[in-house]
T-cell receptor, first 115, second 112 residues
Framework: DVKVTQSSRYLVKRTGEKVFLECVQD?????MFWYRQDPGLGLRLIYF???????EKGDIPEGYSVSREKKERFSLILESASTNQTSMYLC??????????????FGSGTRLTVV | DQQVKQNSPSLSVQEGRISILNCDYT??????FLWYKKYPAEGPTFLIS?????DKNEDGRFTVFLNKSAKHLSLHIVPSQPGDSAVYFC???????????FGKGTLLTVNP
């Protein structure tokens, strides 16, 4: 089974801190994604990457950046954490479409609280 | 502009009855549809999918129906069990890219 591992389940950070959320997948997937989930808003795409060192903005990239130096690892960076970034953050990976496996595999999520 | 819509934020059903979760989409380029299930404090897990060349796909208690002309799909769970209580997300993608677009989710509560 594909595993997507997020480094922390719960994090509490102070306003203004730089925050790193790490995600690692173990099945050689090309695509990786970062979402946040908020009540009433569903899953919103922050950034995604379809190859090493490649990244594209999703629907809500403001206040975030990402890094993908290795295929298996995709990091989400909050440059200066703010209280409105308190949320559940979900990492996902997927193989390219047309290669037999569809959909995403998600990590367990990181509940980030910014105080 | 929301391309995938789940208009019911919540649904409550009795154990043993049918649960029907609905999803509408607006983008005619979508040709693959998925349902994910999410428990609190966990990541979403894949449940069932359907390609636009089909109008029905079944997997045990779960069946997804697709009506392309109406741009509507639904997930049927029969019989519903208390362990099915979770948030269900509808998602869609187009052949031209690998991104999934998600709906806002429906919270299903199955009462014993």
């Amino acid at each position: 089974d594909v595993k997507v591992t997020q480094s922390s389940r719960y994090l509490v950070k102070r306003t203004g801190e730089k925050v790193f959320l790490e995600c690692v997948q173990d099945m050689d997937h090309e695509n990786m994604f970062w979402y946040r989930q908020d009540p009433g808003l569903g899953l919103r795409l922050i950034y995604f990457s379809y190859d090493v060192k490649m990244k594209e903005k999703g629907d809500i990239p403001e206040g975030y950046s990402v890094s993908r130096e290795k295929k298996e690892r995709f990091s989400l960076i909050l440059e200066s954490a703010s209280t409105n970034q308190t949320s559940m953050y979900l990492c996902a990976s997927s193989i390219m479409r047309g290669q037999g496996v569809e959909g995403y595999t998600f990590g367990s999520g990181t509940r980030l609280t910014v105080v | 502009d929301q391309q995938v819509k789940q208009n019911s934020p919540s649904l409550s059903v009795q154990e043993g009855r049918i649960s029907i979760l609905n999803c509408d989409y607006t983008n005619s380029m979508f040709d693959y549809f998925l349902w994910y299930k999410k428990y609190p404090a966990e990541g979403p897990t894949f449940l069932i999918s359907i390609s636009s060349i089909k109008d029905k796909n079944e997997d045990g208690r779960f069946t997804v129906f697709l009506n392309k002309s109406a741009k509507h799909l639904s997930l049927h769970i029969v019989p519903s069990q208390p362990g099915d209580s979770a948030v269900y997300f509808c998602a869609a993608s187009a052949s031209s890219n690998y991104k999934l677009t998600f709906g806002k989710g429906t919270l299903l509560t199955v009462n014993p």
